[in-house]
């Protein structure tokens, strides 16, 4: 999991409970969640997490092109490497992308972060 633009080999699981078609973040713990611009991105649970002006939003990390993972956050546009697809924090296609990422039901319940998986 690379939270707010960390590069990892390791995907560290304090804080994220991934449980059948469910991620739970805590962010008492992830805290780089709760800073506008914030994410999370998780290649076991296939989710991208943003923090979009206090407006929460997740995504499937799998690029709609030829199913590489999304790896990439500036802070206004989440991009595939592989074949330079990009899109907005909305998940919206920009540039020469031709589909929209897939958007995960998200919610928040006090300090905890729901995410529903494919």
């Given at each position: 999991i690379n939270v707010a633009g960390c590069d990892t080999t390791e995907e560290p699981t304090d804080g994220i409970t991934i449980s059948g078609k469910t991620m739970s973040i805590d962010l008492?713990?992830?805290t780089a969640l709760n800073a506008d611009k914030g994410f999370l991105m998780s290649n076991n649970a296939k989710a991208i997490v943003i923090n979009d002006g206090g407006t929460f939003r997740a995504f499937s990390n799998v690029c709609p092109h030829e199913g590489n993972p999304v790896t990439s956050f500036d802070g206004s546009q989440i991009r595939c490497v592989?074949?330079?697809?990009?899109?907005?924090?909305?998940?919206?296609?920009?540039?020469?992308?031709?589909?929209?990422?897939?958007?995960?039901?998200?919610?928040?319940s006090g300090n905890t972060l729901t995410v529903t998986l494919l």
């Open positions: 008492t713990i992830v592989h074949h330079g697809w990009t899109f907005s924090t909305t998940g919206t296609k920009t540039g020469v992308a031709q589909k929209n990422l897939t958007t995960l039901a998200i919610t928040k």
